[in-house]
């Protein structure tokens, strides 16, 4: 069974500052991982995936993330914060073509300061 | 582009009334979905279609009955409303053609927010 583990509910960071949210996956096939963005009162939209390309993943909006199986990983990053990055952010797993579902994590809310 | 569309947006029920959730795609993509989001659970799976004409359970059936009316339309019903049913309810679609660039990607619609007293 698939699943993810997002770590921190909870993330603040100041404008311009690193942005760093962390997701852990389990999987039992080489997985398809996804970061998706929730803005207030919308419903999530793609980020960036991952697909067993290349393991640094761009994105939108200057967001990357790198998929690294020794660490089974999947962390999402952005070197500069902005204003408008304030939301929801959800890391999600499915394990591969043909699987249809994609299991979600709990979500990290993030916060900037200005 | 219309994309996912949901309907209503909003509904208060009484405990034990029913209701059906509206779900429609304009993208011709062959997989659907509802999922409920509550707070500190992120987005969990209720049902799903993969292809016209096939319904699964996914992770929070109970409660919950779904049809999928044609390639287009995706519908969660309601038969006995419960408390434990106050939520936001997302409808998204997948395109699943192998090769496709949006595969495997969901698109969400707005949401539905629902309210049980």
Same mark, same amino acid.
């Given at each position: 069974?698939?699943?993810?583990?997002?770590?921190?509910?909870?993330?603040?960071? !100041? *404008?311009?500052?690193?942005? $760093?949210?962390?997701?852990?996956?389990?999987? @039992?096939?080489?997985?398809?991982? &996804?970061?998706? /963005?929730?803005?207030?009162?919308?419903?999530?939209?793609?980020?960036?995936?991952?697909?067993?390309?290349?393991?640094?993943?761009?994105?939108?909006?200057?967001?990357?993330?790198?998929?690294?199986? !020794? *660490?089974?990983?999947?962390? $999402?990053?952005?070197?500069?914060?902005?204003? @408008?990055?304030?939301?929801?952010? &959800?890391?999600? /797993?499915?394990?591969?073509?043909?699987?249809?579902?994609?299991?979600?994590?709990?979500?990290?809310?993030?916060?900037?300061?200005? | 582009?219309?994309?996912?569309?949901?309907?209503?947006?909003?509904?208060?029920?009484?405990?034990?009334?029913?209701?059906?959730?509206?779900?429609?795609?304009?993208?011709?993509?062959?997989?659907?979905?509802?999922?409920?989001?509550?707070?500190?659970?992120?987005?969990?799976?209720?049902?799903?279609?993969?292809?016209?004409?096939?319904?699964?359970?996914?992770?929070?059936?109970?409660?919950?009955?779904?049809?999928?009316?044609?390639?287009?339309?995706?519908?969660?019903?309601?038969?006995?409303?419960?408390?434990?049913?106050?939520?936001?309810?997302?409808?998204?679609?997948?395109?699943?053609?192998?090769?496709?660039?949006?595969?495997?990607?969901?698109?969400?619609?707005?949401?539905?927010?629902?309210?049980?007293?």
């Amino acid at each position: 069974a698939q699943s993810v583990t997002q770590l921190g509910s909870h993330v603040s960071v !100041s *404008e311009g500052a690193l942005v $760093l949210l962390r997701c852990n996956y389990s999987s @039992s096939v080489p997985p398809y991982l &996804f970061w998706y /963005v929730q803005y207030p009162n919308q419903g999530l939209q793609l980020l960036l995936k991952y697909t067993s390309a290349a393991t640094l993943v761009k994105g939108i909006n200057g967001f990357e993330a790198e998929f690294k199986k !020794s *660490e089974t990983s999947f962390h $999402l990053t952005k070197p500069s914060a902005h204003m @408008s990055d304030a939301a929801e952010y &959800f890391c999600a /797993v499915s394990e591969g073509f043909g699987n249809e579902k994609l299991t979600f994590g709990t979500g990290t809310r993030l916060t900037i300061i200005p | 582009n219309a994309g996912v569309t949901q309907t209503p947006k909003f509904q208060v029920l009484k405990t034990g009334q029913s209701m059906t959730l509206q779900c429609a795609q304009d993208m011709n993509h062959n997989s659907m979905y509802w999922y409920r989001q509550d707070p500190g659970m992120g987005l969990r799976l209720i049902y799903y279609s993969a292809s016209e004409g096939t319904t699964d359970k996914g992770e929070v059936p109970n409660g919950y009955n779904v049809s999928r009316l044609n390639k287009r339309e995706f519908s969660l019903r309601l038969e006995s409303a419960a408390p434990s049913q106050t939520s936001v309810y997302f409808c998204a679609s997948m395109k699943s053609d192998r090769g496709s660039s949006g595969a495997n990607v969901l698109t969400f619609g707005a949401g539905s927010r629902l309210t049980v007293l």
